[in-house]
T-cell receptor
Framework: DGGITQSPKYLFRKEGQNVTLSCEQN?????MYWYRQDPGQGLRLIYY???????QKGDIAEGYSVSREKKESFPLTVTSAQKNPTAFYLC???????????FGPGTRLTVL | AQSVSQHNHHVILSEAASLELGCNYS??????LFWYVQYPGQHLQLLLK??????LVKGIKGFEAEFIKSKFSFNLRKPSVQWSDTAEYFC????????????FGTGTRLQVTL
């Protein structure tokens, strides 16, 4: 099956710890994205990557970091510098930078 | 920068009622427009999209949306909703040629009662 996988579905961490969220796609898409979804606020773009070994900050990049070493993978690290990390994180991909984005199932991160 | 407004935050309808969800955007240039749906416990799915051409766009599950350029609107409609349409609906927009700048509205939660 082609698609986008995110793991784990639920993640719990203690305050002050860094945590990495996984996103893998087998759609052969060039572009990948990370969004954060909070109740009543819709989705906000954290980082995006249009090609391997290149990525750009979105609207709310502070406290997050990413890497794009492989076309199919775009992991997101939520660092201890992120003030409100508890949220639902969604990964997406698109064929090119002008194409429709398709979303993964999301990871719900809770920081205790 | 572009922005998207969805004025209906929570809509409750009975089955078979007609639906219209509002979406307005602000951006001076040409845009691509999307409606995504998030069913309970499921991931965000594309409902329909407008890139160019006929401003009346038909999507999956009987949904349609009309792009009215003069009103900067892209309202979502369905003539008769079903209980299974209960979900959260998001409008999104990006300037033509820049999919990476997809901006979402805050979403509308639709609850369909039997």
């Amino acid at each position: 099956d082609g698609g986008i996988t995110q793991s784990p579905k639920y993640l719990f961490r203690k305050e002050g710890q860094n945590v990495t969220l996984s996103c893998e796609q087998n759609l052969n898409h060039d572009a990948m994205y990370w969004y954060r979804q909070d109740p009543g606020q819709g989705l906000r773009l954290i980082y995006y990557s249009q090609i391997v070994n290149d990525f750009q900050k979105g609207d709310i990049a502070e406290g997050y970091s990413v890497s794009r070493e492989k076309k199919e993978s775009f992991p997101l690290t939520v660092t201890s510098a992120q003030k409100n990390p508890t949220a639902f994180y969604l990964c997406a991909s698109s064929m090119g930078k002008t194409d429709t984005q398709y979303f993964g199932p999301g990871t719900r991160l809770t920081v205790l | 920068a572009q922005s998207v407004s969805q004025h209906n935050h929570h809509v409750i309808l009975s089955e078979a009622a007609s639906l219209e969800l509002g979406c307005n955007y602000s951006y001076g240039g040409t845009v691509n427009l999307f409606w995504y749906v998030q069913y309970p416990g499921q991931h965000l799915q594309l409902l329909l999209k407008y890139f160019s051409g006929d401003p009346l766009v038909k999507g999956i599950k009987g949904f349609e949306a009309e792009f009215i350029k003069s009103k900067f609107s892209f309202n979502l409609r369905k003539p008769s909703v079903q209980w299974s349409d209960t979900a959260e609906y998001f409008c999104a927009v990006n300037p033509t040629g820049t999919a990476s700048k997809l901006t979402f509205g805050t979403g509308t939660r639709l609850q369909v009662t039997l």
